[in-house]
């Protein structure tokens, strides 16, 4: 299967990656020309550059690491938060340019292990974390059927264009630009064998939203992918791809399956449940590696308490 045509939308209404529109070819281009000695500190120099011009971004990450690092961030703590998100970027960027990245599995991820090898059709559920954005086309070529990827389409992304066109005979995207449309897409994308990838980090594309213990507070995050696993009856598998220093090392939850007979209530109890404990591995992991976390944008706002009449 392969990426479907883009969509034309107004320019002043189309959403963009930030950069200029040749960055990603330029960076492709002098990947393959420089010596990593002088193209490493380039990357970083451009990093500060971009950083520069981004305002909103830098005042989201400060709120971010100063959670996750438990004091005031330096200016060195945020442009190591951005450099973090280049470097992956060029992971991606070079994945495209067909170079090798073994991706392992952490220890307890062993039901994505098993799936992978197998035929049963799965939501996946991840985060705007570390290599989490290439593990799936880097684990592809062990799946034994295709996968859909719930994208929002954006302009300025090479590096999705170019890693579809490496990987696009096992993987379709489904755009979620029109909300109005999403049910309809994901309906047509779970009459097929396809496993169904969405990303559970941030709210502002999900109706459905529940609160979970996240850096310090009680966090509204997306649960969208329990209500599709009880209206499709496809089990969940979670997980996040944290990076190496060849590729990438899989984090996934224990498989989560609707039951027969059981109601809405009772399952998403239990996915709530399950939710949070994956909420609580993925902290840990940032913890360990504070600037793999990749939501330039405000953090998941604390949920209100109810009020009483």
């Known amino acids: 299967m392969k990426p479907e045509a883009p969509v034309q939308e107004s320019p002043a209404h189309a959403p963009r990656n930030p950069g200029p529109s040749w960055g990603y070819q330029f960076l492709r281009i002098a990947d393959r020309v420089l010596p990593e000695i002088i193209f490493r500190p380039l990357r970083g120099f451009g990093t500060a550059i971009a950083m520069a011009g981004m305002p909103a971004e830098r005042r989201n990450s400060r709120e971010y690491l100063s959670l996750v690092l438990g004091r005031k961030p330096t200016l060195c703590d945020v442009w190591r938060h951005f450099f973090a998100f280049e470097e992956a970027l ?25 799936w992978l090898l197998g035929d049963v059709p799965l939501l996946l559920g991840t985060f705007h974390v570390g290599a989490s954005d290439l593990t799936g086309f ?101 997980s996040v791809g944290m990076p190496t220093e060849t590729g990438a090392e899989l984090y996934a939850s224990p498989l ?16 709530r449940a399950h939710f949070q404990d994956f909420l609580r591995q993925l902290e840990a992991l940032l913890r360990k590696q504070p600037y793999q976390w990749f939501n330039f944008t405000p953090l998941n706002p604390p949920a209100v308490p109810a009020t009483r009449p």
């Open 256 to 271: 989560f399956a609707p039951e027969p007979g059981e109601s809405r209530t009772v399952l998403m109890g239990r996915a």
């Open 90 to 114: 060029m992971d991606k960027l070079r994945a495209a340019n067909g170079k090798t990245l073994p991706c392992t599995y952490a220890e307890g991820s062993a039901n994505c292990s098993t």
């Open 138 to 238: 880097l684990l592809g070529g062990y799946m034994k059927h295709p996968t859909c990827l719930v994208r929002q389409r954006v302009g300025n992304s090479h590096d999705t264009e170019q890693l579809a066109a490496r990987f696009g005979d096992r993987l379709k995207f489904v755009w979620v630009n029109n909300s109005d449309d999403i049910i309809f897409a994901l309906k047509d994308a779970a009459e097929s064998p396809a496993a169904i990838a969405l990303q559970c980090d941030r709210v502002g594309f999900s109706a459905r939203t529940e609160s979970f213990e996240f850096l310090g507070a009680h966090r509204l995050f997306p649960v969208t992918i329990y209500y599709l696993s009880l209206i499709f009856n496809r089990p969940v598998i979670l």
